[in-house]
């Protein structure tokens, strides 16, 4: 694994191009509001990354170097749809193994499949998913290869909020979680580029510390 030092340079320049391109987006006086219900300071859309060939070529290069050095037995790479699809692809493809993907529900007509790809038995996967929030989603995905007897050796994201309830899931689903950048270094970078201010740090934590509360 990298050190300290590393795994934190990668996670400001993660949150550095994520704020350049406006994949992500801060707003704490005017709210965003997630399918949830939840109000958010924060709307995060990584898919936008695929759009920029420089931070898209980023990001693939520190996924498949996080891939490789914190799963180093991996035998394929599976994309938690839709998000986590192309990134998986390209960071298989980087790595030169298998790649396939699960659904979020059955496909509705033909073989009906919920993976699509072939799993083979004990196979070790590791999963790729773009955000995690409450790890909700993600963690669907992880057992439905588990019911296909494919073997998990955990879950790497591109971006975390870094939840206390997430960090329950993956702990209650034994699945090791490893992702590139999180809240905190998105925070502070936001703050170095101009892009939220002194005052609007308090606020942010409030949100952070208690989501589903917060301006309601």
Not at 95 to 119: A, W
Not at 130 to 154: M, N, W, Y
Not at 158 to 182: P, R
Request: glycine share 6%; aromatic share 8%.
């Amino acid at each position: 694994m990298a050190n300290i030092s590393e795994q934190n340079s990668v996670a400001s320049q993660v949150a550095q191009h994520l704020l350049e391109i406006e994949a992500v987006k801060l707003n704490v006086q005017q709210p965003f509001q997630w399918a949830s219900g939840w109000n958010s300071p924060i709307y995060c859309d990584n898919r936008l990354s695929l759009s920029y060939p420089k931070v898209r070529d980023y990001i693939t290069d520190k996924l498949a170097e996080a891939v490789k050095a914190a799963y180093p037995e991996v035998e394929a790479i599976a994309g938690v749809a839709t998000a986590g699809i192309p990134q998986g692809a390209l960071v298989a493809a980087k790595l030169g193994l298998p790649f396939l993907y699960v659904r979020s529900k059955p496909k509705g007509h033909g073989m009906t499949n919920l993976i699509e790809g072939k799993v083979e038995d004990g196979q070790k996967v590791v999963v790729l998913e773009d955000l995690v929030s409450t790890g909700g989603s993600s963690l669907k995905a992880v057992q439905d290869l588990r019911d296909a007897k494919a073997e998990i050796l955990g879950m790497i994201a591109i971006f975390t909020y870094g939840f206390d309830v997430a960090d329950e899931n993956f702990a209650n689903a034994s699945t090791k979680l490893v992702c590139l950048s999180n809240y905190s270094a998105l925070v502070e970078e936001a703050l170095k580029m101009n892009y939220i201010k002194e005052e609007d740090l308090s606020s942010l934590k409030e949100w952070r510390e208690s989501p589903s509360t917060w301006k309601k």
